[in-house]
């Protein structure tokens, strides 16, 4: 399956179903509330449409991208996107029937939605490149992925991520320096230039934060 993502199919699978047939391939759960083994109240998780995998560019590359204009670093940022998220599926995990332990399919189906910037914040809205991957609550056939192979891989992605960013942007010609968190980050911009375009850093000269 590939290519771009229509409003109805992008819904079917929100709902657990096959974006073209709609046919049902998730089995809705709804939350019930029971007596657990011990006599402990418990509430079941009702079904979960799909989970995000957001993946965002350094501040100097969204920058040299999207002030700069450079849409070269733009595809080097979307193509280390699709390096990682071809990683990330590898790891996927599906249960079998209710009594199997969960298997690895290394398959999932995700949507995936590039923006150029950040929510605003006090009116000001900072330019930053990132994509949220919307993985599905399917593999493409009658099962229910299992999150807990998926969050645990989610860093691995990152860093993946941005190896290959790295890589793509040198081949570019940039040249790189490691950022606090260990990003890849294009040298050339001072640290007043990139905190002034920071939500954090303005909510912290309005005293809003600490």
């Not at 409003?7 to 096959?18: K, M």
């Not at 501040?59 to 998220?85: C, I, M, P, Q």
């Not at 891989?153 to 793509?168: F, G, H, V």
């Not at 990139?194 to 850093?201: I, R, Y």
């Amino acid at each position: 399956m590939s290519g771009p993502v229509g409003n109805e199919h992008f819904a079917r699978l929100t709902e657990g179903q096959h974006p073209h047939t709609e046919a049902q391939l998730v089995r809705h759960q709804v939350s019930k509330t029971y007596e657990g083994k011990f006599g402990k109240e418990v509430t079941s998780v009702e079904h979960r449409a799909a989970w995000d995998a957001t993946f965002s560019a350094p501040k100097s590359v969204s920058h040299t991208a999207l002030v700069g204009g450079d849409e070269r670093v733009r595809e080097a940022h979307r193509e280390s996107v699709r390096v990682a998220l071809n990683e990330l599926e590898k790891y996927t995990q599906a249960r079998i029937g209710n009594v199997h332990a969960p298997e690895t399919t290394g398959k999932f189906v995700a949507a995936t939605f590039e923006h150029d910037t950040a929510r605003p914040v006090d009116g000001y809205t900072a330019p930053q490149l990132h994509t949220h991957a919307v993985i599905f609550n399917d593999n493409g056939q009658t099962r229910a992925l299992q999150p807990q192979e998926l969050f645990a891989s989610q860093r691995y992605a990152t860093s993946l991520y941005r190896s290959e960013l790295s890589m793509r942007l040198r081949g570019l010609g940039y040249e790189l320096e490691r950022g606090k968190h260990g990003q890849p980050e294009i040298k050339g911009y001072t640290k007043e230039y990139l905190e002034a375009s920071s939500h954090k850093a303005r909510r912290i000269r309005a005293g809003q934060e600490r």
